[in-house]
């Protein structure tokens, strides 16, 4: 027997995350209004791959989802010990992301419910990020400030419930972890560049070069580190053709430094102005050790709680997604697919999600 709409007996809801770079798939169990716990994940990177280029190549990425996602989906089953059968449903990342990638999860998960008879619904890969600290071992409550800071989107939220999200800063050019990656670039490290950058940080001394912090000294709780990379650029070029290696190591430290100063100012100052005393902070940028470190030291003071994901659930993963799809399930606020048609928004933003629509 299976939950009726309110789904307030036990559940299982298998989801796939194909956005990008990642293939994810997992199962969550929920039982009633109990936060929903996860029973198995298995997740294929494609980094290795990318790496050759510098960065993501849309089309590998979706034929290598469509050679992962199948047996990933095999393998969650057999650790879990569920059958097909036995889900109660299916969720799949719906959007942002790259199109291809994206068409290969909503295909798949849909023809899967299909299948066995069950709902299929697409999931918001920001609303996975934003929920995914609720599997942690120690999850938030609501209300709170969430800092998204996941590949292309830096944004702050104030979060009254599932679905209930309100904006308060968004990026008016380059993401955070956009900065982190273009500046790697420009240092010659690897890809993916914001954890290289990181690592060479370690080295450096972030006092050497004076880096500026866009927007910080305004009332706004908006972004910009489009005039921080150019600021990088310009001292990049003045290394080259130098042998020593501290200079680069100095820069590192210096661009990350700068980074992780405006996203603890704006992170401070949504909790002031919200007067919230909880904050979260999810997506891959969220995983830096030196952001962790300062949002501690600074919530501290102001006697408030931060809240992280799991390191493991930091970058994109199967998990977060089928957390969110359960989560929506619980408060019946999921759009369910009924003849198992399905789309992808590579642009969703996810204000969009809100109910009643939040404004600004």
Partial sequence: ?????????????????????ETGVAIVEANGDETPRLVAQALHSQVEMHSAYGGVVPELASRDHIRRVLPLARAVLSESGASLASLDAIGYTRGPGLAGALLVGAGVACSLAAAIGRPAFGVHHLEGHLLSPFLSADPPRFPFVALLV??????????????????????????????????????????PGGPALARLAEFGDASVFKLPRPLSQRDSLDFSFAGLKT????????????????????????????????????????????????????GGVGANALLRSRLEVECKKRQARVHYPELALCTDNGAMIALAAAMRMQRGIAQMSTDYSFDVLPRWPLTALTEPAAAR
């Fill in 150 to 191: 996941s590949g292309g989107h830096t944004q702050l939220l104030k979060v009254a419930n599932v679905g209930h999200y309100s904006l308060l800063g968004d990026t008016i050019d380059d993401a955070a972890g956009e900065a982190f990656d273009k500046s790697a670039k420009l240092l010659g490290l690897g890809y």
């Fill in 1 to 21: 027997m299976h939950c009726p709409a309110t789904y307030t007996c036990p559940m299982r809801v298998l989801a796939i995350e194909t956005s990008c770079d």
């Fill in 231 to 282: 600021a990088v650029r310009t001292h990049a070029l003045r290394l080259e053709g130098s042998n020593c290696e501290q200079p680069r190591a100095d820069l590192a430290a210096s661009t990350q430094e700068a980074i992780v100063d405006v996203l603890v100012r704006k992170s401070m100052a949504a909790l002031e102005r919200t007067g919230l005393k909880r904050l979260v902070v999810a």
